[in-house]
């Protein structure tokens, strides 16, 4: 039977002692309410479907958030950039509720505010996402008895199609940015180019590599002689071996008649870094045309340089090797497993294929 006592605070505390379970107890304002409680629990132990929530209603997410990071996010390939998400996730008010009390309607909250915000919807799914995996891991690993409340409701639709390329002229003037940025530029800028950045734009647009691959390449897995380069992890999990262009192996042979290649990464910088020094590199390209253009008097094309990623430069090679290469061997060297996934990267110019036509 459960027991009710009022505290000094004014509270009531329920308790129930049953045998075969732990001591159950819990504290309401008023009496009626732990009345109810009392009840519930009492019906689903007569049941014997009871299951204490005690750790889900003491664990706040902001804590198991930090658990997560320390746990289970070192196992992931995208582990730096999964710390970011949590960080942001445990900015949010949402982490101070606990397990238990978050609601399918919190998490819809949480969603609509990120897309308030402006962001992403590819980005507001992978926070999603993390939070998902969260709750299924606190269940499943952690012996945490909760629900999983992102499974209650709907993600923002995903749409990543882009039909980017770059022209001769922002091609042009990206490359004269990342090369030097000039006096003008330094001082704006305070001179933050990135020495790696220039050779690893070019190596894309050559490889039609992923950034993550380009970064994690190691100089054990290239073969100049052979001109290869092996990925043994990609992002969907299949090992591969790029072929390298005679342009893609000037960009990393080593100066001098060296036998031996160098140890470690071949582009020794990080994610952060790359994509930081490419994101000026845009904005500097575009102030250089801009500038070239009012000197010349004549008028700037629409979107010159505008909402370039360096994911971009990726959609750039593969339309560029679909020139020269069967659809089998593209799908090779890029690493999609369908065709319809390597559509979404290969973007023919209408001018190109028309020459084709004759």
Known sequence: MASFEQRESGWWQA???????????????????????????????????????????????????????????????????????????????????????????????????????????????????????????????????????????????????RERRLSSGELRFLLAALDDPGDAVKAKDGDRRNEWTPRIARWAIETAMRQGEIIALD?????????????????????????????AVALIRPAGNVKRLPRGKVFPTSTSALQQSFARAVARGRRLYLADCEKAGIEPEVGFLDNLTFHDLRHEATSRLAEKLQMHELMRVTGHKDTRMLARYYHPRAEDLARKLG
Do not use: C
């Open 15 to 161: 308790k129930i002692r049953r045998k075969g379970y732990p001591v159950q107890s819990r504290t309401f304002e008023k009496k009626v309410d732990a009345e109810a409680w009392a009840r519930a629990v009492e019906t689903e132990m007569d049941r014997g479907g009871f299951v204490s929530k005690r750790e889900a209603e003491a664990t706040t997410l902001y804590d198991a958030l930090d658990r997560y990071q320390r746990e289970v996010t070192p196992r992931k390939r995208g582990a730096d950039q999964e710390k970011y998400r949590i960080k942001a996730l445990q900015a949010d008010k949402l982490s101070k509720r606990t397990l238990a009390a978050i609601r399918g309607s919190d998490i819809a909250n949480y969603r609509d505010a990120e897309v308030a915000r402006g962001l992403a919807a590819s980005t507001i799914t992978k926070g999603l996402a993390l939070l998902s995996h969260l709750f299924e891991i606190a269940r499943k690993e952690w012996g945490i008895e909760v629900d999983n409340p992102v499974k209650k409701i709907s993600k923002p639709k995903v749409d990543n199609a």
């Open 219 to 247: 100089w054990q897995h290239v073969d100049l002689e052979r001109r290869t380069a092996h990925l043994p992890e990609t992002k969907n999990g299949t090992a591969r071996t790029v072929p390298l262009s005679s342009a």
